[in-house]
T-cell receptor, first 114, second 110 residues
Framework: DAEITQSPRHKITETGRQVTLACHQTWNHNNMFWYRQDLGHGLRLIHYSYGVQDTNKGEVSDGYSVSRSNTEDLPLTLESAASSQTSVYFC?????????????FGPGTRLTVL | LAKTTQPISMDSYEGQEVNITCSHNNIATNDYITWYQQFPSQGPRFIIQGYKTKVTNEVASLFIPADRKSSTLSLPRVSLSDTAVYYCLVGDGNTDKLIFGTGTRLQVFP
């Protein structure tokens, strides 16, 4: 069965370190998204991609970057982790740009920045 | 960015119908309105999607008025397993970026 996976599921790091969160989907979807979820803020869009070599900034993109070198993967990089980036991160994918809001979500990565 | 608001919480009893409304004051013209369910420690799960009027599937109905500035998710005959947080998702009318609603925590009692 097709799926979307994230790794690691839990990560503890220190302020200033670079961290990369992996997202891999086997749906063959063109669209991929990264969100963060915090208490009191719900889900907020960080970056998204509508295809290989395409990346776009979301609502809260500062301090994060993504790259899309193939259809299956959209890794999220925190260039210099900050305590404010402690959060749960969700990756998602969808099939078509029209109706791109019908997304399939991964299980999430809980990141703690000390 | 569009402001997408929902009631913070709702309580219900098993077997009742529950209606959750999402207000989106500046929705993208060509975008769908989508609703998700989320259980603790899991990613959101797609429930239903619509563009206008009414959509029904095996688990829910979605009502969208003509101006599309709001939408109502209707869950018929809820059970204990429907206890979760429900989110709407819309595209912002100015930026086309996807914006999640604030989320509604539904608690179903026996």
């Amino acid at each position: 069965d097709a799926e979307i996976t994230q790794s690691p599921r839990h990560k503890i790091t220190e302020t200033g370190r670079q961290v990369t969160l992996a997202c891999h989907q086997t749906w063959n979807h063109n669209n991929m998204f990264w969100y963060r979820q915090d208490l009191g803020h719900g889900l907020r869009l960080i970056h998204y991609s509508y295809g290989v070599q395409d990346t776009n900034k979301g609502e809260v993109s500062d301090g994060y970057s993504v790259s899309r070198s193939n259809t299956e993967d959209l890794p999220l990089t925190l260039e210099s982790a900050a305590s404010s980036q402690t959060s749960v991160y969700f990756c998602a994918s969808s099939a078509a740009r029209q109706g791109h809001s019908k997304q399939f979500f991964g299980p999430g990565t809980r990141l703690t920045v000390l | 960015l569009a402001k997408t608001t929902q009631p913070i919480s709702m309580d219900s009893y098993e077997g009742q119908e529950v209606n959750i409304t999402c207000s989106h004051n500046n929705i993208a013209t060509n975008d769908y309105i989508t609703w998700y369910q989320q259980f603790p420690s899991q990613g959101p799960r797609f429930i239903i999607q619509g563009y206008k009027t009414k959509v029904t599937n095996e688990v829910a109905s979605l009502f969208i008025p003509a101006d599309r500035k709001s939408s109502t998710l209707s869950l018929p005959r809820v059970s204990l397993s429907d206890t979760a947080v429900y989110y709407c998702l819309v595209g912002d009318g100015n930026t086309d970026k996807l914006i999640f609603g604030t989320g509604t925590r539904l608690q179903v009692f026996p």
